[in-house]
């Protein structure tokens, strides 16, 4: 069966640190797989997706960057934290080839930049 | 992109009584509309779906209804129970909804 699994759980960081987020998900190849961001007390906001290796796509301009190096690997990256970075952070993975369909999860990172 | 509306943000039912969630979409070409379940520090997961070619679908206690020309959408639980208390999430394709927060008081 298909797992995903998303580290660290939480994590504490200053401003102007560097971040480094990893995904990664077994028992299926070439996913489409996705990063969220979640707010305190809002929705999802989608910011990157990826169809491939080496294929990202950013849904909003931000401090953040993505990188998929391997077939079940993304990451996400910052070079410099902000304030407004914090929040929880949600890889998720969809059925490859196919789109509009259900999304799983990842059990998240909260990060929290101070 | 895809702008997705979602009211109420808070809802408060009473054990037993139904609750209703609604969600409205800007982009006429969206044709998957999930719906997801995340109780408090936990991973969002998929309570039903719809595609926009049917009207309504129902699991157990649980509907959800399209209207496409209206561009809406909703979430019916009937028969509420204190563990349906968790937020919800309406999506069209990959764009969420804010979200309700959805409490069931025994």
């Known amino acids: 069966s298909q797992t995903i699994h998303q580290w660290p759980a939480t994590l504490v960081q200053p401003v102007g640190s560097p971040l480094s987020l990893e995904c990664t998900v077994e028992g299926t190849s070439n996913p489409n797989l996705y990063w969220y961001r979640q707010a305190a007390g809002r929705g999802l906001q989608l910011l990157f997706y990826s169809v491939g290796i080496g294929q990202i796509s950013s849904e909003v301009p931000q401090n953040l960057s993505a990188s998929r190096p391997q077939d079940r690997q993304f990451i996400l990256s910052s070079k410099k934290l902000l304030l407004s970075d914090s929040g929880f952070y949600l890889c998720?993975?969809?059925?490859?080839?196919?789109?509009?369909?259900?999304?799983?999860f990842g059990s998240g990172t909260q990060l929290s930049v101070l | 992109g895809e702008n997705v509306e979602q009211h109420p943000s808070t809802l408060s039912v009473q054990e037993g009584d139904s609750a209703v969630i609604k969600c409205t979409y800007s982009d006429s070409a969206s044709n998957y509309f999930p719906w997801y379940k995340q109780e408090l520090g936990k991973r969002p997961q998929l309570i039903i779906d719809?595609?926009?070619?049917?009207g309504e679908k129902k699991d157990q206690r649980i509907a959800v209804t399209l209207n496409k020309t209206a561009k809406h959408f909703s979430l019916h639980i009937t028969e509420t129970q204190p563990e349906d208390s968790a937020v919800y999430f309406c999506a069209a394709s990959l764009f969420f909804g804010a979200g309700t927060r959805l409490a069931v008081h025994p």
């Open positions: 719809i595609r926009s070619n049917v």
């Open positions: 998720a993975w969809e059925v490859t080839g196919r789109t509009n369909e259900k999304l799983f």
